[in-house]
């Protein structure tokens, strides 16, 4: 079994900057992908930024050039620093990886729980 924690989510004004974490841990023999997903109040869930295992980004139109996202494979974790936020930036951020699992090798996708970052105006 594989778990996924995020932290580093809060309250912040606007023009402000947060920093998310995700650490994955578990029967891991590798992580694939990894990113980092939003989800608005009555929103669908969205991308945000993707990182793969060698380091190629991806992200939304709407965080190019405020958002970074990095990882460190070593400790099987990624990174979304959050800067020059805005109230529409508002949502709970999930975490995803893609994992390759010790026993099984097989490509599984872990979610976690998620983290609530809130932009005040």
Same mark, same amino acid.
């Given at each position: 079994?594989?778990?996924?924690?995020? +932290?580093g989510?809060?309250?912040?004004?606007a023009?402000?900057?947060l %920093?998310l +974490?995700?650490?994955?841990a578990?029967s891991?023999?590798?992580?694939?992908a990894?990113g980092?997903?939003?989800?608005?109040?009555?929103?669908? %869930?969205?991308?945000?930024?993707g990182?793969?295992?060698?380091?190629?980004t991806?992200?939304?139109? +709407?965080?190019?050039g405020?958002?970074t996202?990095?990882?460190?494979?070593?400790?099987n974790t990624?990174?979304?620093?959050?800067n020059s936020?805005?109230?529409?930036?508002?949502?709970?951020?999930?975490?995803?990886? +893609?994992?390759r699992?010790?026993v099984?090798?097989?490509?599984?996708?872990?979610?976690?729980?998620?983290?609530q970052?809130?932009?005040?105006?």
């Amino acid at each position: 079994q594989v778990q996924v924690v995020e +932290s580093g989510g809060g309250l912040v004004q606007a023009g402000g900057s947060l %920093r998310l +974490s995700c650490a994955a841990a578990g029967s891991i023999f590798t992580i694939n992908a990894m990113g980092w997903y939003s989800q608005a109040q009555g929103k669908q %869930r969205e991308l945000v930024a993707g990182i793969t295992r060698g380091g190629r980004t991806n992200y939304a139109d +709407s965080v190019k050039g405020r958002f970074t996202i990095s990882r460190d494979n070593a400790k099987n974790t990624v990174w979304l620093q959050m800067n020059s936020l805005k109230p529409e930036d508002t949502a709970v951020y999930y975490c995803k990886v +893609s994992v390759r699992t010790v026993v099984t090798k097989s490509l599984y996708d872990y979610w976690g729980q998620g983290t609530q970052v809130t932009v005040s105006s």
